[in-house]
């Protein structure tokens, strides 16, 4: 049996190296249209990998996935952070959980993984060529005669798993989509929101816990808030990008978000202002900071309510107990644009889950042609979520079932 892989990133190397112990007489190729093998896995985690998230359970899992969450969490009963631990483990690779639940190698290093796939490749005999780039895949009476850029010859092969990541442009779609297989469009996912102008910019690098709501939507989420000098990232942002994927590209990305800077009822806050004015009158409001954000944020919120530098809290007016209540609660921020996060950015959008067998991988309009990785309409938050389902992806692939 002759296999063509195609595509040599995570989702690609990791199917192509799985595949010799399901099908030991099988020939097995790899395509790369770059130069380099395997590299987001080179830069991934800022250069450390993060390989997979110290979650196992199934339903769990499948919860840090905007898209693919369902399709997903059938196919984690197989194949989840547990087992690619073990596969990591058993081929000498030492992993590492941070305390958020992230899984690294212990090395810290991405070349470590990088390593031990093309260790497993060569062990494997894996045939891997690079700078050749599959412009089309022709289904015949059995198998698929794909087309090299550059290359008038077609090769022959049984099966064929497409791994050739997430796209920015549908129309890089279109060799699939030729084949009559549903695309669902792409658009960027985990990016952070841009405020031109906005004077919370000047206080770039303060981070701290809030709750960020997207008006007019049914997006909100809490969590790290780190101000920009372009806007807001951030957990809290970036979830909400992923989230709200497709809704904030229809939207053009401009949308209000309003923070809550604290996590109160409003008459809760209300009761602890008036304490605050009956008990500690004589202070100076900027003084007492009772809330847990830096200082440099509480008093640009204090400006933004009208409260002066000089204001005791016995002097304050109905209106500035009102304004504060509100910039600590319901405080707007208009958002223009969008700047894609350089850590770790993935596309919302690809193949139609509708298309793919779960059991198998494989297209259910073409039983020999095989999909894993971010091809698919399949994308997770950060933390290690995107890795683990490409590996999960290419480890039932590569069963060629
Ligand atoms: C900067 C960055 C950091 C990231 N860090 C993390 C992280 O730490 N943890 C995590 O879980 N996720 C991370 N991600 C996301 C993760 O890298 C991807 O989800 C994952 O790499 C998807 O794997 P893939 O094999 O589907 O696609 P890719 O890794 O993109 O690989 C696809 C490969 O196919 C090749 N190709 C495309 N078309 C063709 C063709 N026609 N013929 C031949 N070859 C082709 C491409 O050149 C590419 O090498 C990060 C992403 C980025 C951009």
Redesign the pocket.
Known sequence: MKVAV????????FSAINIRMHHPQAQIFL????T??????A???GG?????HDCHAPSALSKFYPRGSKFLKSLFYEFNPTQMWAWLEDRGVHLKIESDGRIFPATDSSQTIIDCFLKEAHKNKVQIQTQ????SIAPQEKGFLLELKNNPKKIHFDKVIV????QTKVENFN?LSNLGLLIEPPVPSLFTFNMPKNPITELMGVSTQASVRIKETKLHEKGALLITHWGMSGPAILRLSAWGARELAEKKYQFDAEVAWIDSKEDALREQINTLKSQKGASLIANTNFTELPKRLWNFLLAKAGIAENQKWADAKKQEIHALVNVLLYDNYVVNGKTTF?????TCGGVSLSEINAETMASKRYPDLYF????LDI??I?????????WTTAWIASQLR
């Open positions: 195609i595509g040599g990133g995570a989702g690609g190397f395509f790369e249209k770059t380099k093998l395997l590299s987001k896995v830069v991934s985690g450390r990998c993060n390989v997979t050749t780039e599959i412009i791994a050739v990541g997430g060799f350089k850590e770790e950015f993935v894993t990785g971010e091809v994308d997770g950060t933390g290690g979520f995107n890795f683990q389902a490409a």
